[in-house]
């Protein structure tokens, strides 16, 4: 039996919020957005704590790698903005892209920065150098989303023309292509154990497939609109999807079934728009969710 509560609201954006990410350093969490910054809160003290710095357009996607005192923000203008928590200060921003970025993410054993944009590219950034050593064409749409296999043999890129486009990360050269939704694919993870992925997608979709033979395994009719993301629960068998028709869902992620349904239709004070995007902490005890309604939302759930 699942329980799920409201434990907390953060308040302070004044646009929709589009992206999230928790710090390398445990109880902060970052958001951004349509307005003017990036912003820092406490999920110790569910508080804002600052705007960490003013941006010219909107933030898709916010990036903290593990070992590095680095922020990434991937900003609408193509550009990346670079924060250094040690100097506490903005870096020169990684500049190659000219459309939105929509994704970021980390290679570890690579010391690798990917980036996916609008533009239909993948640029690779040395995270110790912050210089550009490659780019992929990866489609001739936009990226929307980017899933590192967790023993970091494959890349999977979700892409605006329904396909999932699959890389070795040795090379980057191109693995597979998988075909399955009938519209944009908006979300990607692999399972802890890099058994299968799961994609989700504008078609409301969820889709597992098999990590070594991309085959479908199963697909389920999950939302009644788009995908926006999906996140496996740190220690516990279950994924949960958030969605633009404004419910969270907990999936188990072993045998595929829904196990609860976080909405106002089910009596939680949730929120009334959109869902963008989610992340558990303090250990899988607590989910943020993040919306088109301006708000965060902590939750406390108990499996």
């Not at 999230?20 to 969490?29: D, M, R, T, Y």
């Not at 900003?75 to 994704?103: M, S, T, Y």
């Not at 064409?137 to 999932?164: H, L, M, W, Y």
Request: net charge neutral.
């Amino acid at each position: 039996m699942i329980t799920v509560e409201k434990i907390g609201e953060l308040r302070g954006h004044t646009n929709p919020i589009f992206t999230l990410e928790l710090s390398q350093k445990p109880g902060i969490a970052f958001t951004g957005g349509n307005d003017k910054g990036l912003v820092e809160w406490s999920l110790k003290n569910n508080a804002l704590l600052k705007v960490l710095f003013p941006v010219s357009s909107s933030i898709y996607a916010i990036h903290c790698p593990v070992d590095y005192p680095l922020l990434f923000a991937g900003v609408r203008n193509g550009d990346v903005l670079v924060f250094d928590f040690v100097k506490q200060q903005l870096l020169a921003p990684l500049k190659h892209h000219q459309k939105p970025i929509f994704d970021i993410k980390t290679v570890i054993h690579k010391k690798e920065l990917l980036i996916a944009s609008e533009d239909g590219t993948v640029s690779v950034w040395s995270l110790d150098t912050l210089m550009l050593l490659h780019t992929i064409k990866v489609s001739n749409d936009s990226i929307r989303c980017i899933a590192i296999s967790p023993d970091e043999k494959q890349v999977a890129f979700g892409c605006r023309d329904n396909t999932i486009k699959v890389y070795y990360l040795e090379d980057y050269s191109p693995l597979h292509t998988i075909n399955g939704h009938t519209m944009s694919v908006f979300s990607l993870q692999y399972a802890p154990d890099g058994s299968y992925l799961v994609s989700g997608a504008r078609d409301a979709q969820v889709k597992i497939w098999d990590s070594i033979t991309y085959k479908e395994i199963k697909s389920i009719p999950a939302h009644l609109f788009a995908i926006n993301h999906i996140a496996f629960h740190p220690t516990e068998p279950y994924f949960a999807t958030a969605s633009m028709d404004k419910s969270i869902k907990l999936w188990g992620s072993d045998d595929f079934k829904l196990y609860k349904v976080i909405s106002r239709e089910k009596g939680f004070p949730c929120h009334p728009l959109s869902i963008n995007k989610l992340a558990w902490f303090d250990d899988g005890r607590k989910l943020m969710s993040i919306s088109d309604d301006k708000l965060a939302i902590l939750w406390g759930v108990t499996f």
